[in-house]
Structure formats: C-alpha cells, structure tokens
C-alpha cells in the first residue's frame, strides 16, 4: 500500500471509531501530518486531559502515552509501537528515587514528565520542559529535588535561584549536540536565532538566544521579525517549524539530533493500531492515582 492509501484508511478509521490522533513534535512529517494535533508533552497532556475520544492513538514515547492514559481514565490510549520508549525516563527507577528521598527529607520532588508512572508516583508534582521553571517557583521552598534529567534541572537552579539536588540523567540526542555546533551556524548566518531545548548541556544553552520546550520554539518562529533560526533539538521539529513558517530558514544544529524511539511510529503502525486496537498502554489503579496528583497539580499551575 502506497502512503496515500494508508493515509485514507487512517482517516476513514479515526473518523468511524471517534478516535483522537495526538503527535509530539518530534515525530516524522508525515505522522505530524495526520496528526489532530501536533504539540509539546505539556500540550498534549492538556488535550489529553480535556479529550472525550474513546480512542487515542499516541505518536511519541511511552512516558507520553502513559501520563495520557493516567489522566485520561475513560479513553483507551496505544502507542503504534511499545518500543518506543525514552532512555532518560529508563536512568532513574522508583526505589532509586526512595533511596534520593530518604537521603534528603524534606525536600519536595519535582519529576520531568520523561519518567515512568512509578516515578511521578514517588512525586510531590511533574513538570515539563515547558513549564518547569514556573513549576520549581511556585513551590515554597528553597531546596528541591529534581529527576530525572540535570540539564533542566541545572536550567532550572539558573532561572529560579534555588538549591536543586539532581539526578544524573540526560538525554542521549540532546547530549549530542555541543556549543561548537550552535557558533559555527551563527558564524555562517549571523542574523539567525539560536533557540535550543534545555536538556541540552548547559555549555550549549549559554551560547543560544533562547531556551525553549518544543512547543515554545514553534511559537518563537512566529515572531515576524525574525526570519532565520539555528534549532538546537530533535530534527523531527523541522518538518512542522517550515510548514508553519513558508519563506523562513531553519538550520538544525545536527544532523545526529535524532531521536530513535520517536522514529519508531510510522503510518503502517498507525493504521494497524486503528485497526486493531493495539497496542494499549495501561497504568495499575494504585500507581495511576498517586502519579495522577503529581501530574494534576502541575496542570493546576500551567
Ligand atoms: P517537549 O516537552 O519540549 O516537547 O520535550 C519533550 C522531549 O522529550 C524532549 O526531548
Ligand atoms: Fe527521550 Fe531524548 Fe527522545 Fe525526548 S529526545 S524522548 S528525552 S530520548
């Protein structure tokens, strides 16, 4: 079956069974074009919680299709392929985190969305890139531990002052891109933004012209008076920043920003999901209810 046919079928499905197809950003162009709505994890969390679909077909990673079906206890949610999962989310466990905890008392949790349900459940609230400095002000104390990723968490202490403890996780495609990629572009094109995601390391982000989640970069391209930007992200943003912004020039800072488990969901695996329902993502009642007030109370601040 040619693309095309794969395509017709996905709508005719999604359509007859009142399916909802939600895509994170950095999905490939022609899933984000299928898509009902194409966003960041904070964004989609959103139209997950406010969705009636009894279906909904995740594009993105398994960390993502969890907190969608934790929050969305009357819609059943697949991801095209379970494999797709997120290394960052795999470096801390729930008993890693007890063990954190009982090392430092007291301290809230503040848990980035990229992490198991098991962890937001070990969680005093969730944050996204999008919203995590927001979230680590609103709490009323000075020291905060923050998993799993200490890129935004060391982000996070720049921005708010605070004492962060951190986790020592990252993101693999994120750590791949250095400062050396973002100088040489803006050499080439020296009218070109920098904005670069904060799980980048900290070296990258102190040469870019802004720091922004997935979600705020698309916003960030709409400005009219900027016409060129270096993007410091997973390429799969690409595909949406040039089909919003027809004459405007985006340079990836590396062709080696790729991030493999999001790759990992094509239109075959989408049609097969409609078709059959798989494969389902499901959260036991008792860790989805405590992971459910983590999740919850973030929401309440964005
Ligand atoms: P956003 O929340 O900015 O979309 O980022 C999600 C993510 O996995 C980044 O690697
Ligand atoms: Fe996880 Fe990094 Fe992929 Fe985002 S880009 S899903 S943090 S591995």
Known sequence: MNNDSIVAKIDA??????????VHNYQLGE???IADFVGDSLELSQKAAATRAKLIVFCGVHFMAETAAIIAPGSKVVLPDLH?????????TADGLRRMKEQLPGRPVVCYVNSTAEVKAESDICCTSANAVKVVESLPDEEVIFVPDQ???????????????????YCPTHARILPEHILSLKAEH???MA?????????????ADAVLSTGGMIRYAKQP???????GTEMGIIHRLRKENPGKKFY???EQAVCPNMKLITLDKVLYSLETEAHEVTVSEEVAEKAKRAIERMLEIA
């Open 13 to 22: 499905l999604k359509k007859a069974k009142g399916a909802v197809i939600l």
């Open 31 to 33: 899933i984000q074009d």
């Open 84 to 92: 797709a999962g997120c290394p960052m989310a795999d470096m801390i």
């Open 151 to 169: 890129y935004l968490g060391y982000y996070v202490q720049q921005q708010t002052g605070k004492r962060i403890h951190f986790w020592p996780g």
């Open 190 to 192: 020296p009218a070109a």
């Open 195 to 207: 904005m670069v995601h904060p799980e980048c390391r900290p070296e990258v982000a102190a040469v």
């Open 225 to 231: 008076e900027i016409k060129e930007f270096i993007v």
């Open 252 to 254: 990836p800072v590396s």
